[in-house]
């Protein structure tokens, strides 16, 4: 079966096993909170649909890495909600954190209700993921349903230093290469690690493969970011739903810019000269390019993709989930054959 | 031995076990983080000792409550941990929603750090909270560990419903008394009753012991409330270490105000032309006692202070430790003999 077969089948039982975790939130007087949680989830409010709730890769990694590791992909239906409601959590909070007011194409929780109640709805959120794995309990040995919410609540820790020195960086002019790993190792990487080890963990694999499949969700992270901040500046943008504002715009310390940063050239002075307007930034990304800082992070996610795959190779994923796996890691990571 | 001599030697265990767990931040550039962790917990920075730590009543409860109910205090340190580090996350959180600039008489994390690091702070400690039972693992049955972590992550997620009610009750002119005790389950009571049973979960109490100390717990949170509320209004504000600001300024919908909103007398009238002066708060606190809402909650706390030690005699508390949680559920009730 197909990755886009195996996505329809896994899809309404990812958005039924949400519903469930979040309906935990019930009671006289809690109807808005619940609400808010559907609203950013995609069910409800304006805009509500496909679009509204995001891809649900997370999730869907995490069932098919349980197949692919010759589980029972049904089982890992908790894991792959807590996964999910984690990283809307963290959504929720980081547009407030940044200010956004629109997030997949509609308002902000904040912007609708305000910062002092998105961000008590993204604590209520961050608490129904941890909930989300109890349904483990009945299908999964004890000690594995409790390595689980360690491995997410370790995940929940990671992301949250990576978010930490996310918003440090925008103050500081004196960044390096080397900082960049750090920081998007907690936040676009320790998540994706998560998904994948959750799904073998469900599995059952043998520790050595679990460690093959974090290794993958890991690489997968870091060559993803790396592939997204090229998207990010140089564009193809519709490929991975990013607005069309570039990232030189909005001042993020992405990869090609910290190469850059580091050559002192022409691209690093005219950034230390303040905000950079939407009219210089053609002129400004062949500037970046010239000074070889594309090459540099095309080789980077290059040297990452390579790392992932191999990982995978290593995990040695099992039959047609285990192909599904493999092209949709190739998708993410643009090696489509 | 008496409760001051067992605080006196749980003290330090419990700022031990807090500092280990705040110590899983460590890596490159996380160093400032790990400090708002330290400052927010009244270990570093100015004005940093006894006051800036709070009085840790919570993780004191849970190991009296341990070894109350026969077990090893000890094995009680990471739930003790991990409550306080719930209830600090959500302080943390609390401030920037309410907009407060102090906390224990120090700047808060969003005044010194900025909203956006505050807002991720709180998760990384909420995180750490959830990590903090982990040493659990190597004392407890792996079942009683899991069982541990539900009533931690339960407990988050009714004190998030808890506080969505306080912050939507802000704009609401039509509250009841009846709305009161479901805000103040959350807010208040939901940790505490997590104490009770958590400490004898971790005592491996019978089923129907660990139901009357989360009975206590809860009873125990309700009664202090209704009593925080007497005093937020009528005084003796230094017993509590509030703020000298009457809660009738806040415009805080206490119980006292609840009940005279729906007499719909005088205070009610005042109380819907606007925001209350603090010229006005003795004349507004005595019509408030004349209209019967001073001893209408000093009936409701006494009711509920029975019931929580109804509960505790009920659960049967044993040796100096049984007295010294008596005592001290006694000094928060202010029924001292």
Known sequence: MSLDKLTKIYTPAIESELKNAVARINGPGLGELHDMMRYHLGWIGEGAGAKARGKRIRPLIVLLTTAS????????????????????????????????????????????????????AGDAMFSLAHLALQPMETTSPTVNTLQAGRVLQQACLTLTQGQYLDIAYED????????????????????????????ALVAEAAPATREAYSNFGRHLGLAFQALDDILGIWGESEHIGKSTASDLVEGKKSLPVLFALKQGGIFAKRWHQGPIELEEVPILAAQLEAEGARSYTINEASRLTDLALASLDEAN???????????????LLRREE
Request: hydrophobic letters at 40%; charged letters at 25%; proline letters at 6%.
């Open 69 to 120: 590791a010759g589980g029972d992909w049904e089982r890992a239906l908790p894991a792959s909600a807590g996964i999910e409601l984690v990283h809307n959590f963290s959504l929720i909070h980081d547009d407030i954190e940044d200010n956004s007011p629109l997030r997949r194409g509609r308002p902000t929780l904040w912007k609708k209700w305000g910062v002092p109640q998105a961000v008590n």
């Open 172 to 199: 500081r002019e004196d960044l390096s290469i080397e900082d960049y790993w750090p920081m998007v190792s907690g936040k676009t990487a320790a998540l994706l690690a998560a998904c994948t080890e959750l799904g």
């Open 317 to 331: 994923p099992g039959g047609d989930a285990g192909d599904a796996l493999t092209t949709l890691a190739k998708q």
